[in-house]
């Protein structure tokens, strides 16, 4: 029995991985299985893409999904270029939907919780019976993890408080 099963064994572990090799994916690559177009094309636009492709970042990322960005300009009569046109404004946007540590939705508290984003301004997040709220948007797919990081799937784009669009 024991002959028999040790071949086995090592086979399952050799499959668990490759799984697991070809899951294991950046925050980038991850965003782009996803087609998030419009967030990446922000990333892409504040020069930050390098660094979403980086393994090692420990980011919780609030991304909004492409109807999710859309429908937070077209109300301001804006599309993602007039957005991508500016690297300034990308980089803050985009550093405003990233909070310097790994946070599954369950390491989140019910009730409000205040994170200081890699901008330096605060997201307020809201966890009840609902689900989870950054800023009173909706978090629509929690736990999305992506190497050492986690995205949440938010149905708008989170815009820092200095920003006017
Ligand atoms: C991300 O990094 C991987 C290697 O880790 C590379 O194959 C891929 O081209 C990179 N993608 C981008 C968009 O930089
Ligand atoms: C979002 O808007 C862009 C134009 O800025 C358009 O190309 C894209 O198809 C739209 N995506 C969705 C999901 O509405
Ligand atoms: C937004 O982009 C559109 C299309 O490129 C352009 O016509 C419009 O003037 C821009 N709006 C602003 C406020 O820059
Ligand atoms: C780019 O965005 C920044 C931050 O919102 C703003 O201060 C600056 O005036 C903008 N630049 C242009 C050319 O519109
Ligand atoms: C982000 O977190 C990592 C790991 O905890 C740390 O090494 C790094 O210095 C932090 N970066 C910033 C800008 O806080
Ligand atoms: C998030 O992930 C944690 C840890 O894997 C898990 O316990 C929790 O149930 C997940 N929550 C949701 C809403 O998927
Ligand atoms: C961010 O929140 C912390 C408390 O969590 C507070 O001390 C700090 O003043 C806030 N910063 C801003 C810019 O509101
Ligand atoms: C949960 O919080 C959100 C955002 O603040 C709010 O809109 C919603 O009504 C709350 N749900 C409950 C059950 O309190
Ligand atoms: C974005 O999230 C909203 C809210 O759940 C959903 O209705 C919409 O289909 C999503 N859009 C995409 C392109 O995934």
Known sequence: MMRKSLP????????????????????????ESLKYMEYLNIVK?????SKFN??????????ANN??????????????????SNSTESKDIIEYTLY????????IKTGTTILTAVN??????VKNTTGIFV?????????????K???????????PPDIKL
């Open 135 to 147: 800023n009173g948007i909706m978090v629509v797919t929690p736990n999305i993890t992506a190497d």
């Open 54 to 63: 980086d393994s090692a970042v420990t980011w919780t990322v609030f991304a």
């Open 100 to 107: 310097n540590h790994t946070l599954l939705s369950d390491d």
């Open 8 to 31: 086995v064994f090592v086979f399952a572990i050799i499959l668990v991985n490759a799984v697991s090799n070809v899951q294991a994916s950046t925050v980038y690559e991850t965003l």
């Open 120 to 125: 330096g301004m605060n997201l307020t997040v």
């Open 149 to 159: 990081s986690v995205i949440y799937e938010m149905d708008s784009l989170l815009i």
């Open 45 to 49: 636009a504040a020069g930050l893409d």
């Open 67 to 84: 109807t999710g960005v859309n429908a937070t300009l077209a109300p301001k009569h804006l599309v993602v270029s007039n957005i991508t």
